[in-house]
Protein backbone atom coordinates (compact mmCIF):
# COMPACT_ATOMS: atom_id res chain seq x y z
CA UNK A 1 0.00 0.00 0.00
CA UNK A 2 2.74 2.24 0.83
CA UNK A 3 4.22 1.81 -2.46
CA UNK A 4 1.57 2.17 -4.98
CA UNK A 5 -0.67 4.45 -2.69
CA UNK A 6 -0.35 6.95 -5.38
CA UNK A 7 -1.35 5.07 -8.27
CA UNK A 8 -4.17 3.08 -6.71
CA UNK A 9 -7.95 4.23 -6.33
CA UNK A 10 -9.23 5.20 -2.84
CA UNK A 11 -11.98 2.18 -3.78
CA UNK A 12 -8.79 0.02 -3.74
CA UNK A 13 -7.04 1.50 -0.90
CA UNK A 14 -10.07 0.89 1.08
CA UNK A 15 -11.11 -2.57 0.31
CA UNK A 16 -7.45 -3.61 1.14
CA UNK A 17 -7.64 -1.82 4.40
CA UNK A 18 -10.98 -3.57 5.26
CA UNK A 19 -9.17 -6.80 4.54
CA UNK A 20 -6.14 -6.28 6.55
CA UNK A 21 -8.93 -5.23 9.54
CA UNK A 22 -10.15 -8.49 8.99
CA UNK A 23 -7.12 -10.99 8.93
CA UNK A 24 -6.51 -8.87 12.30
CA UNK A 25 -9.41 -9.42 14.08
CA UNK A 26 -9.40 -13.30 12.96
CA UNK A 27 -6.10 -13.61 14.62
CA UNK A 28 -7.01 -11.68 17.33
CA UNK A 29 -9.54 -14.06 17.81
CA UNK A 30 -7.41 -17.16 17.28
CA UNK A 31 -9.74 -18.39 14.63
CA UNK A 32 -7.15 -20.48 12.29
CA UNK A 33 -9.80 -21.39 9.59
CA UNK A 34 -10.84 -17.35 9.61
CA UNK A 35 -7.30 -16.61 9.42
CA UNK A 36 -6.23 -18.73 6.78
CA UNK A 37 -9.43 -17.99 4.48
CA UNK A 38 -8.60 -13.78 5.08
CA UNK A 39 -5.02 -14.35 4.47
CA UNK A 40 -5.84 -15.73 0.53
CA UNK A 41 -8.39 -13.03 0.03
CA UNK A 42 -5.87 -10.07 1.11
CA UNK A 43 -3.31 -12.24 -1.19
CA UNK A 44 -5.75 -12.54 -3.83
CA UNK A 45 -6.85 -8.82 -3.61
CA UNK A 46 -3.17 -7.53 -3.27
CA UNK A 47 -2.26 -9.71 -6.74
CA UNK A 48 -5.33 -7.90 -8.35
CA UNK A 49 -4.01 -4.53 -7.34
CA UNK A 50 -0.35 -5.21 -7.53
CA UNK A 51 0.30 -7.71 -10.24
CA UNK A 52 4.06 -9.08 -10.42
CA UNK A 53 5.77 -8.47 -13.39
CA UNK A 54 6.79 -10.56 -15.83
CA UNK A 55 10.32 -12.28 -15.28
CA UNK A 56 10.47 -10.32 -12.21
CA UNK A 57 13.13 -13.53 -11.27
CA UNK A 58 15.47 -12.94 -13.95
CA UNK A 59 14.88 -8.79 -13.05
CA UNK A 60 15.93 -9.11 -9.20
CA UNK A 61 19.22 -11.00 -10.54
CA UNK A 62 20.04 -8.62 -12.69
CA UNK A 63 19.60 -5.69 -10.49
CA UNK A 64 21.72 -7.55 -7.79
CA UNK A 65 24.38 -8.31 -9.90
CA UNK A 66 24.71 -4.22 -11.36
CA UNK A 67 24.64 -3.43 -7.68
CA UNK A 68 27.66 -5.85 -6.71
CA UNK A 69 29.37 -4.56 -10.30
CA UNK A 70 28.83 -0.71 -9.40
CA UNK A 71 30.26 -1.63 -5.62
CA UNK A 72 33.33 -3.62 -7.14
CA UNK A 73 34.32 -0.97 -8.98
CA UNK A 74 33.88 2.18 -6.84
CA UNK A 75 36.24 -0.14 -4.45
CA UNK A 76 38.87 -1.34 -6.84
CA UNK A 77 39.07 2.73 -8.26
CA UNK A 78 39.41 4.50 -4.58
CA UNK A 79 40.07 1.77 -2.18
CA UNK A 80 41.67 -1.32 -2.72
CA UNK A 81 43.10 -3.05 -6.46
CA UNK A 82 44.67 -5.99 -7.49
CA UNK A 83 47.43 -6.59 -9.01
CA UNK A 84 50.05 -9.56 -9.68
CA UNK A 85 53.40 -9.48 -9.40
CA UNK A 86 55.18 -10.04 -13.04
CA UNK A 87 58.80 -9.70 -12.99
CA UNK A 88 61.69 -10.64 -10.31
CA UNK A 89 62.68 -7.25 -9.17
CA UNK A 90 61.69 -7.31 -6.13
CA UNK A 91 62.20 -11.09 -4.94
CA UNK A 92 62.85 -12.10 -2.30
CA UNK A 93 60.35 -9.73 -1.12
CA UNK A 94 57.73 -10.58 -3.41
CA UNK A 95 57.96 -13.53 -6.23
CA UNK A 96 57.46 -12.60 -9.96
CA UNK A 97 56.60 -15.66 -12.42
CA UNK A 98 59.17 -18.22 -11.91
CA UNK A 99 60.12 -21.37 -13.92
CA UNK A 100 61.50 -24.42 -12.68
CA UNK A 101 62.33 -26.98 -15.51
CA UNK A 102 62.36 -30.30 -15.23
CA UNK A 103 62.96 -33.51 -17.15
CA UNK A 104 60.46 -35.75 -15.38
CA UNK A 105 56.96 -35.77 -16.15
CA UNK A 106 53.81 -33.72 -14.44
CA UNK A 107 52.28 -35.14 -10.71
CA UNK A 108 48.91 -36.90 -11.50
CA UNK A 109 45.94 -34.33 -11.78
CA UNK A 110 45.00 -34.46 -7.96
CA UNK A 111 48.29 -33.06 -7.05
CA UNK A 112 48.23 -30.40 -9.90
CA UNK A 113 44.88 -29.25 -8.95
CA UNK A 114 45.85 -29.11 -5.29
CA UNK A 115 49.37 -27.16 -5.86
CA UNK A 116 47.86 -24.69 -8.34
CA UNK A 117 45.06 -23.70 -5.82
CA UNK A 118 47.30 -23.68 -3.05
CA UNK A 119 50.42 -22.77 -4.61
CA UNK A 120 49.46 -21.22 -7.86
CA UNK A 121 51.74 -23.58 -9.79
CA UNK A 122 51.22 -25.09 -13.08
CA UNK A 123 52.82 -27.15 -15.39
CA UNK A 124 53.71 -26.98 -18.62
CA UNK A 125 54.87 -30.19 -21.33
CA UNK A 126 55.80 -28.86 -24.83
CA UNK A 127 57.30 -31.78 -27.28
CA UNK A 128 59.15 -31.41 -30.53
CA UNK A 129 56.49 -33.39 -32.78
CA UNK A 130 59.67 -33.13 -35.54
CA UNK A 131 62.70 -31.16 -36.51
CA UNK A 132 61.96 -27.28 -36.18
CA UNK A 133 63.71 -24.43 -35.10
CA UNK A 134 61.61 -21.19 -33.15
CA UNK A 135 60.73 -18.31 -35.21
CA UNK A 136 58.99 -16.14 -32.54
CA UNK A 137 57.37 -16.05 -28.93
CA UNK A 138 54.05 -14.17 -28.80
CA UNK A 139 52.77 -12.51 -25.75
CA UNK A 140 49.19 -12.36 -24.88
CA UNK A 141 47.27 -11.58 -21.64
CA UNK A 142 43.85 -12.32 -20.94
CA UNK A 143 41.56 -10.72 -17.83
CA UNK A 144 44.77 -8.99 -16.86
CA UNK A 145 45.73 -12.42 -14.76
CA UNK A 146 46.37 -14.92 -17.19
CA UNK A 147 49.58 -14.46 -19.40
CA UNK A 148 49.80 -16.94 -22.52
CA UNK A 149 52.66 -17.38 -24.96
CA UNK A 150 52.49 -18.88 -28.75
CA UNK A 151 56.15 -20.53 -29.70
CA UNK A 152 55.63 -19.76 -33.17
CA UNK A 153 58.19 -22.44 -35.34
CA UNK A 154 58.54 -22.85 -38.88
CA UNK A 155 56.62 -26.38 -38.40
CA UNK A 156 53.71 -25.08 -36.39
CA UNK A 157 52.56 -23.03 -33.10
CA UNK A 158 52.90 -24.44 -29.64
CA UNK A 159 50.49 -22.60 -27.07
CA UNK A 160 51.93 -22.50 -23.64
CA UNK A 161 50.69 -20.71 -20.11
CA UNK A 162 53.85 -18.78 -19.70
CA UNK A 163 55.19 -15.40 -20.68
CA UNK A 164 57.62 -14.88 -22.94
CA UNK A 165 60.42 -13.85 -20.31
CA UNK A 166 59.50 -16.93 -18.40
CA UNK A 167 60.19 -19.16 -21.45
CA UNK A 168 63.50 -17.41 -22.25
CA UNK A 169 65.06 -16.86 -18.93
CA UNK A 170 64.11 -19.92 -17.12
CA UNK A 171 63.32 -22.63 -20.20
CA UNK A 172 65.89 -20.87 -22.68
CA UNK A 173 63.40 -20.77 -25.24
CA UNK A 174 64.05 -17.80 -27.92
CA UNK A 175 64.27 -17.24 -31.51
CA UNK A 176 66.44 -19.38 -33.84
CA UNK A 177 66.52 -22.25 -30.80
CA UNK A 178 66.27 -25.83 -32.89
CA UNK A 179 64.62 -29.15 -31.97
CA UNK A 180 64.96 -32.36 -32.73
CA UNK A 181 62.02 -34.78 -33.31
CA UNK A 182 60.77 -36.15 -29.39
CA UNK A 183 62.88 -33.44 -28.03
CA UNK A 184 62.09 -31.36 -24.80
CA UNK A 185 61.19 -27.90 -26.00
CA UNK A 186 59.65 -26.50 -21.98
CA UNK A 187 58.84 -28.93 -19.53
CA UNK A 188 58.37 -28.07 -15.72
CA UNK A 189 56.36 -25.95 -13.31
CA UNK A 190 55.90 -22.42 -13.39
CA UNK A 191 54.95 -20.38 -10.43
CA UNK A 192 52.78 -17.48 -10.73
CA UNK A 193 53.38 -14.24 -9.60
CA UNK A 194 52.37 -12.82 -5.96
CA UNK A 195 49.19 -11.38 -6.20
CA UNK A 196 48.25 -8.71 -4.32
CA UNK A 197 45.77 -5.75 -2.66
CA UNK A 198 47.33 -2.25 -2.99
CA UNK A 199 46.01 0.40 -0.82
CA UNK A 200 44.58 3.09 -2.35
CA UNK A 201 43.08 5.07 0.02
CA UNK A 202 45.47 6.17 2.66
CA UNK A 203 47.46 8.22 -0.17
CA UNK A 204 45.28 10.60 -0.93
CA UNK A 205 44.89 11.28 2.94
CA UNK A 206 48.98 10.99 3.72
CA UNK A 207 52.06 10.98 2.38
CA UNK A 208 53.83 8.17 1.27
CA UNK A 209 56.51 7.06 4.14
CA UNK A 210 60.10 5.96 2.90
CA UNK A 211 60.31 2.27 2.88
CA UNK A 212 56.99 1.70 1.31
CA UNK A 213 56.06 -1.12 -0.90
CA UNK A 214 54.07 1.30 -3.60
CA UNK A 215 52.50 1.06 -7.01
CA UNK A 216 53.26 3.54 -9.49
CA UNK A 217 52.06 4.17 -13.21
CA UNK A 218 54.97 4.35 -15.69
CA UNK A 219 53.10 7.15 -17.68
CA UNK A 220 55.75 9.77 -18.97
CA UNK A 221 58.45 8.59 -17.55
CA UNK A 222 61.44 8.17 -19.72
CA UNK A 223 63.21 5.04 -21.69
CA UNK A 224 59.33 2.97 -20.68
CA UNK A 225 57.62 2.69 -23.72
CA UNK A 226 53.73 2.64 -23.60
CA UNK A 227 51.93 -0.85 -24.64
CA UNK A 228 49.31 -0.14 -27.18
CA UNK A 229 46.63 -1.85 -25.79
CA UNK A 230 46.74 -1.22 -22.07
CA UNK A 231 49.22 1.67 -22.35
CA UNK A 232 51.96 3.00 -19.79
CA UNK A 233 52.57 -0.29 -17.28
CA UNK A 234 52.58 -0.48 -13.88
CA UNK A 235 55.17 -0.97 -11.68
CA UNK A 236 55.82 -2.17 -8.08
CA UNK A 237 58.82 -0.97 -6.14
CA UNK A 238 60.30 -0.19 -2.88
CA UNK A 239 60.22 3.68 -2.28
CA UNK A 240 63.44 4.47 -1.25
CA UNK A 241 63.51 8.34 -1.88
CA UNK A 242 61.58 11.19 -0.91
CA UNK A 243 61.39 14.76 -2.42
CA UNK A 244 64.30 16.50 -0.86
CA UNK A 245 66.38 13.31 0.39
CA UNK A 246 69.78 12.95 -1.04
CA UNK A 247 70.83 9.08 -1.91
CA UNK A 248 74.02 7.37 -2.85
CA UNK A 249 74.74 3.46 -2.95
CA UNK A 250 77.96 2.11 -2.10
CA UNK A 251 77.32 -1.79 -2.76
CA UNK A 252 75.51 -3.19 -0.84
CA UNK A 253 75.04 -0.30 1.14
CA UNK A 254 72.20 2.26 0.68
CA UNK A 255 72.52 5.99 1.87
CA UNK A 256 69.81 7.97 2.22
CA UNK A 257 70.96 11.47 3.81
CA UNK A 258 74.16 10.67 4.62
CA UNK A 259 72.83 7.52 6.61
CA UNK A 260 71.95 3.70 5.96
CA UNK A 261 67.96 3.82 6.71
CA UNK A 262 67.24 1.77 9.47
CA UNK A 263 63.68 0.15 8.06
CA UNK A 264 63.62 -3.49 7.98
CA UNK A 265 62.83 -3.44 4.45
CA UNK A 266 66.19 -1.73 4.00
CA UNK A 267 68.38 -3.67 6.37
CA UNK A 268 67.09 -6.88 5.24
CA UNK A 269 68.63 -6.27 2.18
CA UNK A 270 72.19 -4.41 2.96
CA UNK A 271 72.81 -7.71 5.18
CA UNK A 272 72.99 -9.43 1.72
CA UNK A 273 72.61 -12.83 3.39
CA UNK A 274 70.97 -14.97 0.59
CA UNK A 275 69.15 -14.65 -1.09
CA UNK A 276 68.96 -11.04 -0.87
CA UNK A 277 72.13 -9.50 -2.14
CA UNK A 278 72.41 -5.80 -1.32
CA UNK A 279 71.87 -2.86 -3.41
CA UNK A 280 74.25 -2.20 -6.44
CA UNK A 281 74.89 0.70 -8.78
CA UNK A 282 72.31 1.96 -11.52
CA UNK A 283 73.60 3.27 -14.89
CA UNK A 284 71.81 7.04 -15.63
CA UNK A 285 71.43 7.33 -11.97
CA UNK A 286 73.53 6.63 -8.95
CA UNK A 287 76.00 4.85 -11.12
CA UNK A 288 78.76 5.51 -9.27
CA UNK A 289 79.82 5.03 -5.15
CA UNK A 290 80.46 8.59 -5.28
CA UNK A 291 77.86 9.77 -7.09
CA UNK A 292 74.61 11.39 -5.06
CA UNK A 293 71.24 11.93 -6.33
CA UNK A 294 68.73 14.81 -4.40
CA UNK A 295 65.14 13.70 -5.02
CA UNK A 296 63.07 16.32 -6.88
CA UNK A 297 60.59 18.22 -5.45
CA UNK A 298 56.78 16.40 -5.89
CA UNK A 299 59.01 13.02 -6.62
CA UNK A 300 60.18 9.75 -5.10
CA UNK A 301 62.54 7.50 -6.46
CA UNK A 302 62.20 3.96 -6.54
CA UNK A 303 63.95 0.64 -6.65
CA UNK A 304 63.59 -3.13 -6.45
CA UNK A 305 64.94 -5.50 -3.54
CA UNK A 306 66.24 -7.41 -6.34
CA UNK A 307 68.56 -4.76 -6.76
CA UNK A 308 70.70 -6.54 -9.38
CA UNK A 309 67.43 -7.26 -11.58
CA UNK A 310 65.27 -4.45 -11.65
CA UNK A 311 64.95 -2.17 -13.58
CA UNK A 312 63.98 1.19 -11.34
CA UNK A 313 65.20 4.79 -11.36
CA UNK A 314 68.65 4.30 -11.09
CA UNK A 315 67.91 3.89 -14.80
CA UNK A 316 65.00 6.21 -16.06
CA UNK A 317 64.84 8.73 -12.89
CA UNK A 318 62.05 9.47 -10.33
CA UNK A 319 58.37 8.94 -10.12
CA UNK A 320 56.10 12.27 -10.64
CA UNK A 321 53.63 12.21 -7.40
CA UNK A 322 50.91 12.30 -10.08
CA UNK A 323 51.57 9.09 -11.23
CA UNK A 324 51.36 7.20 -7.29
CA UNK A 325 48.82 4.33 -7.37
CA UNK A 326 49.03 2.96 -3.85
CA UNK A 327 50.90 0.86 -1.25
CA UNK A 328 51.25 -2.92 -1.49
CA UNK A 329 48.54 -3.99 1.24
CA UNK A 330 48.54 -7.74 1.13
CA UNK A 331 49.88 -10.81 -0.63
CA UNK A 332 46.48 -12.50 -1.36
CA UNK A 333 47.57 -15.64 -3.37
CA UNK A 334 49.40 -17.98 -3.76
CA UNK A 335 49.56 -19.30 -0.40
CA UNK A 336 53.06 -19.23 0.23
CA UNK A 337 55.73 -18.01 2.62
CA UNK A 338 54.86 -14.25 1.58
CA UNK A 339 50.58 -14.75 2.20
CA UNK A 340 49.79 -11.75 4.58
CA UNK A 341 51.00 -7.99 4.80
CA UNK A 342 54.01 -6.95 2.50
CA UNK A 343 56.75 -5.12 4.75
Request: net charge neutral; hydrophobic share 35%.
Amino acid sequence: MRYRCDVLSETALADIRHQIEALERSIKERDLPGVRENSERLDALVAEHSPSHREAGWRENCEVILVAIVVAVGVRSYFIQPFKIPTGSMQPTLNGIIGHPRTEPAPNILQQIAEFFILGRNYINVVAPEDESVRQIVEQKYLFFFTWSRIITDRGTHRVYAPEATLAHDFQVAPGARYQRGQIIARGAIDTGDQVFVDKFSYNFAKPHRGDVFVFRTKHIPMIPEDPQTGAPYFIKRLVGLPGDTLRISPPLLYVNGEPPQRFGFQRVMQAKPPYRGYTLGRQYLGRPDQNFTVPSHSYFAMGDNSYFSYDSRYWGPVPEENLVGRGLWVYWPFNQHWGLIR
